[in-house]
């Protein structure tokens, strides 16, 4: 409970909106999707997925160990294929450096894909895990929304993180 606090305290005197974000990636994705008005779920991280899938009108998409969250993408979005690859977005509750490896070796991701983390606050050793892999170098994007977390590996971006309030 009290890392939770303090991490959160951390989080909001590192984090900014828009206005502190200088690629036009981000920023776009930032204004257009995660500061619409549209609110699809309570729950911040499943409403970030759901607004990111229709930003992007993404069509493979991969959700690992939520049934609940899979049957709502269903609902939401008909049209939308889960697991094949390489999948355009991939939801997880955590991940770290050896399983991103072995997605990413797989050929499961390509140029555009998006891994959306969950929960990277939970607990001091997941909030190591999302530090060690916006490290690596395959990663040139990642987001820090407090309540999840979202990677991607565009090779056309410099390599950047951003600190975004939601």
Known sequence: ???????YLNFLAKSNNQHGVHSPFVFQYVTKCLYSRKRLHKNKS???LLKTIGYFGF??????NNVETTELVKQTFPKVRFDENPVDILFVDEIDVLLFQKIYSEGKLH?????LIDSMYKNKETLDQWKYLIALPE????IDMYHCGLISIRREQVKEHFTIRI
């Open 1 to 7: 409970m009290w890392f939770r606090f303090t991490s």
């Open 46 to 48: 499943i409403n970030t």
């Open 59 to 64: 069509e493979i998409v991969s959700i690992k």
């Open 111 to 115: 140029n555009d894909s998006l891994i």
């Open 139 to 142: 990663i040139t994007v990642s």
